[in-house]
């Protein structure tokens, strides 16, 4: 009888397996307010979804949660994406989680990683576009709105950091249907000032506060700008496009005024730095030149002039001395190879040389007429020809072939009556 009872495990187990098996739970989108919220310090996202009559158990580990661009916080409404399943240890399903946006606002996040997506492949965010920020501004550009945080905090941070830097103002909406319109045509004016940075930004907000620095036009005409740009967009956790295409990007107003300037009291101790290794540097190089001037004043050279003079003098000699014995064992050499030539035999008997050559030609000449096929026709011989060529065979011969007959004084032509071969 007690085989039909389940464990509890058991019983869990075959819902988790139904459950996960259910096509219609594998992807699931619900809407509803988070409460419970824990950002653990793994990474992941525990919470709960709920609505007037329900709530649900949730869980985001931290590869997802790490690509929510905002902070959840208890009493927010929530847009995600998950797949429903059963949590055994408590017997309890809930909604594993894979996207979350904010409820009312998802159409702007789609629309902003669509346009990240279009530009990034553009190249517009890429490492190599991006200019440096000059060390030591003189004049810098600001394009945000004249009230308000942003202004006054980058204001103040420029004038107590670097107070000798000029700064220049392009009023400009930063929020509105207008503002995009506004803040391009602003970054297009300054171009005709003679800027060293340009800081493009305001102050914190929500995402619809923060979305004319997300709209194309605005992100083209800080990639487009000759001046190097600082973009300065809402709180630190904010992220906008500016931010990715812009060749610097500030989490704060104020932090894009630090990055903009330097501290002159940081340039103070550095500059007493370099002074202080400039002398040190100074002070070395007249020690070496003072150490080397003493060195040249003792050597040898300067208080003995006159020995290397004898010195030099003393090499010279010993090369002419060399010089003259070469010169005279070359003479020598010539000369015994003249007495040699004059005593030869071709000088002295000139005519035995002319008797040998004779005779050598003779000998040539007489080859030769051996060899001359006329000397062979003159003793009887003939040569015939067929067609202007020796024949050497009856083989080649027809009747009434015409030969042409090769003597020694003369030839013949005659007419073939007969072809007799031997055999």
Not at 110 to 115: G, H, K, P, Y
Not at 171 to 190: C, H, Y
Not at 235 to 240: A, G, L, N, P
């Amino acid at each position: 009888m007690k085989d039909k009872y389940l464990t509890i495990s058991a019983i869990t187990r075959y819902l988790k397996a139904k459950f996960d098996v259910d096509e219609n739970l594998q992807t699931v989108f619900l809407k509803g307010e988070i409460s419970n919220f824990k950002a653990h310090t793994s990474g992941h996202f525990y919470f709960s979804l709920k609505d007037e009559n329900s709530k649900i158990n949730a869980i985001m580990f931290r590869s997802n949660a790490s690509k929510v661009l905002f902070k959840p916080t208890d009493g927010m409404k929530v847009l995600v994406t998950g797949r429903i399943s059963v949590y055994e240890a408590m017997g309890s399903y809930q909604i594993y989680v894979d996207e979350m946006l904010e409820d009312g606002v998802g159409n702007l996040y789609i629309a902003f990683e669509q346009l990240k997506k279009k530009l990034q492949a553009e190249g517009l965010f890429d490492s190599e576009h991006k200019r440096p920020i000059p060390k030591i501004p003189k004049r810098v550009g600001i394009i945000t709105a004249s009230t308000g945080a942003a202004i006054r905090d980058i204001m103040t941070t420029i004038r107590r950091r670097f107070p000798i830097c000029e700064t220049i103002l392009f009023p400009t909406l930063v929020q509105g249907e207008n503002a995009k319109d506004d803040i391009v045509r602003n970054i297009e004016r300054a171009q005709e000032y003679d800027l060293d940075v340009l800081i493009v930004g305001r102050g914190g907000g929500s995402i619809e506060d923060l979305w004319p620095f997300n709209e194309e036009i605005v992100a083209r005409a800080i990639y487009n700008s000759k001046i190097p740009v600082i973009s300065a967009v809402g709180h630190e956790v904010d992220f906008t496009i500016a931010d990715f295409v812009a060749d610097l990007r500030a989490p704060t107003p104020t932090a894009a005024a630090e990055l903009a300037v330097p501290n002159m009291s940081d340039l103070k101790k550095h500059i007493d730095q370099l002074s202080i290794r400039l002398n040190e540097a100074i002070y070395k190089k007249v020690n070496y030149l003072k150490l080397y001037l003493d060195s040249v004043k003792n050597s040898f050279v300067i208080k003995n002039p006159q020995i290397m003079f004898e010195n030099k003098k003393q090499s010279l000699s010993l090369i002419n001395d060399k010089l003259n014995e070469l010169m005279v064992g070359k003479v020598d050499k010539y000369k015994n190879e003249f007495e040699k030539l004059k005593k030869s035999y071709v000088l002295a008997s000139p005519q035995l040389l002319y008797k040998d050559k004779i005779l050598e030609v003779k000998n040539i000449i007489d080859k030769l007429n051996l060899l001359n096929p006329l000397n062979i026709l003159s003793r009887g011989y003939s040569v015939t020809f067929l067609n202007d060529k020796a024949l050497k065979s009856v083989k080649k011969v027809k009747l009434n072939d015409i030969l042409d007959v090769k003597l020694s004084d003369g030839s013949l032509k005659t007419k073939v009556l007969e072809v007799k071969e031997e055999k």
